[in-house]
């Protein structure tokens, strides 16, 4: 049991009182909660909010954190990133993953959406031992040499995990590029079975688009409904280069896009995701990271900040999107689209919460949900509780040994790049 | 005089080493300097870097921040940017002052370049108080109704304050649509007498830039060459909106150009500064935050990170600008345009000094300069010297009251919008 004392509440209001956490969940919110509590946190001059969503990420790319900057796209992912992922080991997956789980955790965020290429048991051990929530599923491709159909699909079953209490596996596809129609057909059809959420890579990039136009005669997005994967419990990351029809059919279907707005500057992809677009048609709004090595960094706060930025910039309006969506998008629209029952500081919700400082960069407080989007920093994250476990405080992690990973990272890195 | 003991030292190469600062210069880098200092700081595992240089920001403006949030431009503008600075006094601009110094030393910052429209002496004292090294100026404006020609002359005569160890008077133009012809050809004439840099805002948007077109047969910076004020004593704000031609005198004229791309985003002005063809053109290429109000922070770290960003999405091209050409930009271009004899780590130079600490977002470091543009944050400055002084220590200021000016900041800004 937790009682945090005297905080300022961001839930649909804003108030001033305590939280009582208890067997994972918040318990009440409040004044002057009596109950005593194992742990009492004073939280005077602090703010809660719900823990940040990432929706989207690669976690053991951090170990790629600014290698082979400055190169040519191609050149960047054929001589360096490809090269030095095929010579990954689990046990490099597994240090990768938990120093990015530590600096997630120490910029707000207390749950991920993962996808990638091996080490599914390591990314999920990982997090479970740094106590964080999240997905981790093995993304899916047949389009490329050295994988089948067949492959991919006794791969995908033996990457199903019985969910743990902080740890859910999903179903992957890349990407509509780098996967067969059948692939597709047949991994949405087992997601749907055994009610598993199902997470692609889409529309990146405008070759892309463009080269499922010229394959199947159809936008990315009207191709994959066609195969049935565009509905309710579907993830979409990237979702830039679309046609209205697609954000209008994505709407539709309620699927989720997830807008990872640094990686797409970064790798020029040219493409400014329209999120204003995407949540008028009725689509479920949330934002990613995607992988250090596209970033570089780990930051929602970043994400949030960048993501309203540039629909200003885009629509050339300074008012095309309130900051409480954008927030949302971080928060309750991320635990949505993931199947938590958190994202919100409401009685009864999972207890995932950050407790910011109000250092300089957060004062003055005319409005606090736009202090959140446009000034806070990972700086400002002071403690963090992950399923009702305090697991960050006052910015040193409780669960695991920061400096160990950080030391295991460094090694592990340069070590793996010249092998 | 400070040794700052076994820092990994960021200067045109990499080194590990000591630096020796004596009456507020360095006075040596290298291996186990012997000398016995005052002050010694380990700085084992820290990296050493020259304080960033903000050269564009309205510093009392931190009042506003998140002030007004999701309005569109005009109305935030009209209705309530301009009547709260209208009723601002100096002990306002002197408090809002003071809470931009201490964010922009937390973020790494360690010289400014300022213009408002009054309190000159009170954020002079202020950043004498802090310890921070900047340029103050009056923004002079004789198009506006309320001001004239001769006012605005004898304001300009007034502002100029006699020069301190920190602080700097300069000229400031507010833009070529609110100034007079005659106003920037005499503040250009008075600035080039007293040797003091010129500095104004050109071509934040195209509506701004096609005025002056309209009015004076010339696109801005042409007009203003033609004023005599195109030289390497002058800084220009934003200058996105610009043409070819343009670009190539502004090189030709070395003049100093300081990228808001936070600003620019945020107050939707369609514009990306053409960074890469101004270097390359010889414009001594800069960055600044302009005021929280349209940003809403003071991190030069958020702003190179979003120069690079912008700079790979407007060419999509992912090699388009090397991570030294930015920070080159945020510490030795700054310096140079500010008149500064810092901004580098030399033998010789101004002690302006930051230290990081390696937090898990600077893990691992295969390319250093790349990890200090993409991933590094506010919350990685762990020490900072300005002019030889320790400022903050363990992100703790050693100079001022944080504590009172944050109280005092939030105190002030709500009661001055309701005032």
Redesign the interface.
Known sequence: MILIRDATIVGDKIIQGDILVEDGRIREIGKDIGEKADDVIDAKGKIAIPGLVNTHTHVAM????????????HE?LQNKIWPAEAKMTAEDIRIGSL?AY??MI??GITSFNEMYIAGINEMKEAAEEVGMRGIVSLGLFDLIPGHSYEGEIKGMKESIFKPSELIMPAVSCHAPYTCSKELIGEAGKFAKEKKLKFHMHVSETRKEMLDVLKAHGKYPFEYLDELGVVHEDSIFAHASWVTKREIALVGKRKATISNNP?S???????G?CPVKEYIDAGANLTLGTDG?AS?????IF?TMK?MG??Q??R??????L??RRIFESATVNGAKALGFDSGELKEGKLADIALLN????L?????II??LI??A???NVNDVIINGKLVMKDRKMLTVD?EK??KD??K???EL?KR
């Open positions: 951090t170990l790629f954190r600014g290698y082979g900057e400055d190169l040519p796209l960047w120093l530590v600096e120490k910029s640094e797409n500057l970064k790798l020029a992809t040219g400014i250090a970033n570089n960094s780990l930051s970043e960048l930025l540039l200003k910039h629509y050339w309006k300074a008012d095309i309130p900051t109000r250092d300089v960069n004062v003055p407080e005319h409005d736009a202090n446009y000034a920093e990972p700086q920061e990973i950080k990272a460094e592990t890195a340069k790049v």
